[in-house]
Nanobody, 124 residues
Framework: QVQLVESGGGLVQAGDSLTLSCAASERTFTSYFWGWFRRFPGKEREYIGSIMWSGGNTHYSDSMKGRFTISKDNARNTVYLQTSSLAPEDAAVYYC?????????????????WGLGTRVTVSS
């Protein structure tokens, strides 16, 4: 069973930066698109962006550009989400997902595997 495991969440101060990680249990993911999403209480998951493992092409939601950066580490089979200037309204559960097609997508249903999420709390 393939697993995605997010880590790096926690409590931070407003204005801080944070890097979240997503590690895959199998190397078969290395050919596909990895996405990052976040979910606010009572809301559906919101697309942040995604990265193509082969080549590293990235795609972002327009509202997320400039504050979030997605990168990868081939040797560690891990994808990262770097956040900057966090605000209380960024507090959410952050999820990574894997899409078994080599094109980006913001649709939840287009992703085949999901992690359990990592919670980010931002104090003002």
């Amino acid at each position: 069973q393939v697993q995605l495991v997010e880590s790096g969440g926690g409590l931070v101060q407003a204005g801080d930066s944070l890097t979240l990680s997503c590690a895959a249990s199998e190397r078969t993911f290395t050919s596909y698109f990895w996405g990052w999403f976040r979910r606010f209480p009572g809301k559906e998951r919101e697309y942040i962006g995604s990265i193509m493992w082969s080549g590293g092409n990235t795609h972002y939601s327009d509202s997320m550009k400039g504050r979030f950066t997605i990168s990868k580490d081939n040797a560690r089979n891990t994808v990262y989400l770097q956040t900057s200037s966090l605000a209380p309204e960024d507090a959410a559960v952050y999820y990574c997902a894997a899409r078994l097609v080599i094109t980006p997508s913001r649709a939840l249903s287009d992703y085949n595997y999901w992690g359990l999420g990592t919670r980010v709390t931002v104090s003002s």
